[in-house]
C-alpha cells in the first residue's frame, strides 16, 4: 500500500510516497508544477506503483482544489485533511525544521498511520464552489463598504448627523436616500442658505428626480436640523470635493455589493434545498443564501453533531480523573463564517421574537435559566443548526441532483 503525501502550494506541490508496512520511502521528495502536463506525468507515475494508493494534502484554502480534483477524476483515492491534524502530528522532534520535502514526508506517514480513517474527498459540484466563493467576495465587500460609510459620516461636519435624519431602507442598486442627499447638499449652508419655502421646493424635485418618496414634514426637519448646527469645516470647494469623492467610492462599492447579493440568490435559487431553507424562520434573503453557502450540502454530514463541530460551537467534554467539567467555551475549531451567520440568523430571531418558532421558545427558556446573552446565543445556533440539520437532510426529495 502507498501512501501520496502532497504538500500544495500556489502553483506547484511537492510529492513524497512511503510505503506500508515499514514506511519506506518509495519516491523521494520531487516538485510538480500545476500544469496540466506535469498533473499527467504525475498521475502516470502514480498508477505505475504496485499496490493501492492513496493520496493526502492538506486543505489549503483553494490551492489544493486543482490538484484534489484532478487526481480525483483520474480515479485516485483522495483525502484532503484538516491542517490543524496534521500540524499536531508527529512532533516528536526538539529541531523544528520545516520545508516542503519534510511537509510531504510528513503527510505521507500520517497517512500510513491513519489508512483505514482516511476521509475521502468528494469534489464540491460548481454551484456551490461559486456562491460561497461569491459569499466570501461579499463579505469583503460588506467590510470595504462599512470603512467607506465610516469614513463618509467622519467628513460630513460639514452637515453633522445628516445620515440619521433619513430612515429609508437601501434600494435594490445599493443605492441610499442619504448617501444620495449629500451628494447634492454636501454643506448645511446649501441648505440653510436657502429660505424655508426654496428649500422645500428644492427638496421636492430632488425626491422626484431620485424616485425617492417626498415628505413636506420631513422636509421641515432636514432645514430646521440644518439651521441648527454648526459645520466643523468651511463651505469650499476643497470640502465639496471630499465629500462628492467619498460618496462616489461608496457609490461603486455599494452598486458591487448589490450586484454579489443578486448573483447570490441567483446560485442558491439553483441549488435543491433553496425552498426548504427559505422557508426556515430567520433565513430571509440575505442570510439564507450565506447559510447555504457556508454549511455546503448536508449529505457530507454523518449526524447532527457533524455540521456543529464544522461551525466550531460545540463545547468538547473535559474529565480528568474525579474532575469532571460540564460547561465550557465553544471550541471555536471551525468556520468563523459560518459562526458570523448563525449569530445573524439568531439575533433576527430574538428581534423577532416569534412565540410559535421552536428556537425562540428555547432561548427563551435558557433566558429564563439566567444563561448570559452568549451563552443562549450560542446554545440557540447550536438548535439552531441540528434543525437545519434535519429539516434539509430529511427532504430526500428536495435533494435529487
Known sequence: MNCVGIDVSKGKSMIAVMLLPLGEMVIPPFEVGHTDAELCELSKQLRDLDGETRVVMEATGNYHLPVAGFLYDSGFYVSVVNAMLIHGYGNNSLRRAKTDKKDAIKLANYGLDHWLALPKYIPEDNVRLMLKTTYRQYQQCAKVQTMLKNNLISLLDTFPDVNRLFASPAKADGSEKWVDFVAAFP????????????????????????????????????????????????????????????????????????????????????????????????????????????????????????????????????????????????????????????????????????????????????RAEGKPYRVYMMASANKFLRIYYSTVKHYPDNLET
Open 187 to 366: 454643506h448645511c449652508e446649501c441648505v440653510c442658505g436657502l429660505s424655508e419655502k426654496a428649500f422645500v421646493a428644492k427638496y421636492q424635485k430632488w425626491c422626484k428626480k431620485h424616485s425617492y418618496n417626498f415628505s413636506q414634514n420631513k422636509a421641515l426637519d432636514i432645514y430646521a436640523s440644518a439651521c441648527g448646527h454648526f459645520s466643523v469645516m468651511p463651505k469650499s470647494d476643497t470640502a465639496k470635493l471630499l465629500v462628492e469623492q467619498a460618496v462616489s467610492q461608496l457609490r461603486v462599492v455599494s452598486t458591487a455589493l448589490a450586484a454579489l447579493r443578486n448573483e447570490m440568490q441567483s446560485l442558491a435559487a439553483s441549488l435543491p434545498e433553496y425552498t426548504v431553507v427559505m422557508g426556515m424562520f430567520g433565513a430571509g434573503p440575505a442570510l439564507g443564501p450565506q447559510l447555504m453557502a457556508e454549511i455546503g450540502d448536508v449529505r457530507r454530514f454523518h449526524s447532527k453533531k457533524a455540521p456543529v463541530a464544522f461551525a466550531g460551537i460545540d463545547a468538547p467534554p473535559y474529565q480528568s480523573g474525579q474532575m469532571e467539567i460540564r460547561s465550557r467555551s465553544i471550541s471555536k475549531r471551525g468556520s468563523s463564517a459560518l459562526r458570523r451567520t448563525l449569530f445573524l440568523v439568531i439575533s433576527v430571531i430574538l428581534q423577532r421574537s416569534p412565540a410559535d418558532e421552536p428556537v425562540y421558545q428555547f432561548m427563551d427558556r435558557k
